[in-house]
């Protein structure tokens, strides 16, 4: 147990934990004995206070009592008191009502000498504050009596229960300390357990252990925080999975363009084949095929930065609908699909290009997986503060399986039959999201696919009579 508690205490916070309880347990004790001895102080001081007034009312009845059998003073009936003043160790001196001196101890030769004897004798203490009290008999003041009388002192037996309580005070402290000192122990053992644990789960996933998680998962702050540490390296591992798999994809698509040009190089170079404009175009289709793969690359890094970098302006986004179907209609008269509009005029405060390409990007998907003679159509609408785009298209669906996964980047579906590097979807989501807004996708197997953005939008606006029903744009060489 005490090599545990070593150990633990080496790490700051759970020092910094069990001394707090121990500091709390001791600074308990501390303040219990101080209040206890506070009590006891101000006890003995009421003690001690009564102790006098009780001496000096018996002083003032003495000498009343004197006065009252004569009905005067009597200076041999006063020496006759002196021994009891004596006795209590007081001093006394007797006034008049005009303040002249009427007796004193030294009248009666008592000397402040055998005064401290008497105390010290008796153990009353030193003499207090000097005190005038007034002498009344019949309600009529005959004199003044001026006297101190010793403080008194703390009985033994107080004194000692007061040091036995000092002591049990002090005892109590100690144990408190102790006993705090393992409570604290067990919870920081207990506290920094999930923390040490994700802490060697973090290194562990730094040093490249990808299936490294958090083990410990409590109920509490730090289970959320390793819940969330867990979801992330979940997230770290799939695009990492996602990254190696586009990069045999890239290899894969940059190694067949570059053999085939290589080898018709090398031929031309060997006089084996002659730079014919067959050969040329070859090659160039080549080039083509790897400066879409180049842009798709560029593309997915701008739209990282596209929250920071967007320029946003009111627009119309059935002027920018139309025209991006217009710039892709003749590539979809090419594949043999119907290009469907029905817009309504609905406006955004946004991007003009990155909007167009979120437009761009869902329709080129829809050339690159619904086969000849589908149809895809496209709807503008206003709804309840949002503009809704919708590209529908007849397409064969997407699996359920890999319907979450569809705007994660780089993923293709392995029944996909089109070829693409798997960014387009996840570059308009991204895209959407810098708008405050979102990109959803409802598919079902062979019935087609309807990809939906959502954006906020300015204000409700007619309702445009023109671009409906079906569209068939004139050919146009749109990037895809």
């Known amino acids: 147990m005490w090599t545990a508690m070593r150990e633990l205490l080496r790490g700051r916070f759970a020092r910094r934990l069990a001394l707090a309880f121990a500091a709390l347990g001791i600074g308990t004790a501390v303040l219990t004995a101080v209040l206890v001895n506070t009590a006891f102080t101000d006890r003995f001081e009421n003690y001690l206070s009564e102790q006098q007034r009780t001496s000096q009312q018996q002083l003032v009845a003495l000498f009343a009592a004197d006065y009252a059998r004569d009905g005067a003073w009597n200076a041999q009936a006063l020496n006759e008191l002196a021994p009891t003043v004596t006795m209590t160790g007081s001093e006394a001196e007797l006034l008049d009502p005009a303040g002249r001196k009427v007796w004193s101890l030294a009248d009666a030769d008592v000397t402040a000498a055998t005064l401290a004897m008497h105390r ?19 309600g009529q003041r005959v004199a003044t009596l001026q006297v101190r009388v010793p403080q008194g002192v703390v009985p033994a037996v107080d004194r000692d229960f007061q040091a036995s309580v000092n002591r049990l005070l002090a005892a109590g402290a100690l144990g408190a300390a102790l006993v705090a000192l393992v409570v604290g122990v067990y919870t920081a053992r207990r506290a920094t357990a999930p923390i040490a644990e994700l802490t060697r789960a973090a290194d562990d996933l730094a040093a490249g252990q990808r299936d490294r998680r958090a083990a410990t998962v409590p109920s509490n702050e730090i289970g959320q925080l390793a819940t969330a540490f867990n979801t992330m390296a979940d997230r770290v591992e799939r695009e990492d999975e996602l990254r ?32 014919t404009p067959k050969v040329i175009d070859s090659l160039h289709d080549e080039t083509l095929r790897l400066g879409r793969l180049i842009a798709d690359l560029e593309t997915l890094a701008s739209a990282d930065a596209a929250a920071f970098t967007l320029e946003r302006t009111s627009l119309s986004l059935i002027a920018l609908v139309r025209d991006a179907t217009a710039s892709l209609a003749g590539r979809f008269t090419e594949a043999g699909l119907t290009l469907r509009t029905d817009l309504d005029d609905v406006r955004v405060d946004g991007d003009e290009v990155r909007l167009r390409q979120i437009v761009t990007n869902q329709l080129t998907n829809a050339l690159k997986f619904v086969p000849g003679g589908g149809t895809v159509t496209v709807t503008l609408r206003q709804e309840d503060g949002w503009a809704e785009l919708r590209v529908a298209d007849t397409g064969p669906g997407i699996p359920a399986e890999d319907l979450p996964r569809v705007f994660d980047r780089f993923f293709r579906s392995r029944d996909a039959r089109a070829d693409g590097s798997g960014i387009g979807l996840a570059v308009a989501a991204e895209l959407a999201a810098a708008h405050g807004g979102t990109l959803t996708a409802d598919s079902e197997v062979g019935r087609g696919t309807t990809f939906t953005t959502r954006l906020p939008a300015l204000g409700r606006r007619p309702k445009a009579t023109g671009g409906r029903g079906p569209q068939r744009a004139a050919a146009h060489d749109g990037g895809g």
Do not use: C, K, N
């Not at 010290?120 to 504050?129: H, N, P, S």
């Not at 190696?244 to 084949?273: K, N, W, Y």
């Open 120 to 138: 010290e004798m008796m153990g009353t203490g030193d003499l207090g504050a000097p005190r005038s009290l007034p002498i009344t008999v019949d």
């Open 244 to 275: 190696r798999a586009f990069a045999a994809d890239v290899a894969h698509e940059l190694r067949t363009p570059l053999a085939i040009l290589r080898s018709e190089l090398e031929a031309v170079q060997d006089g084996v084949r002659d730079a």
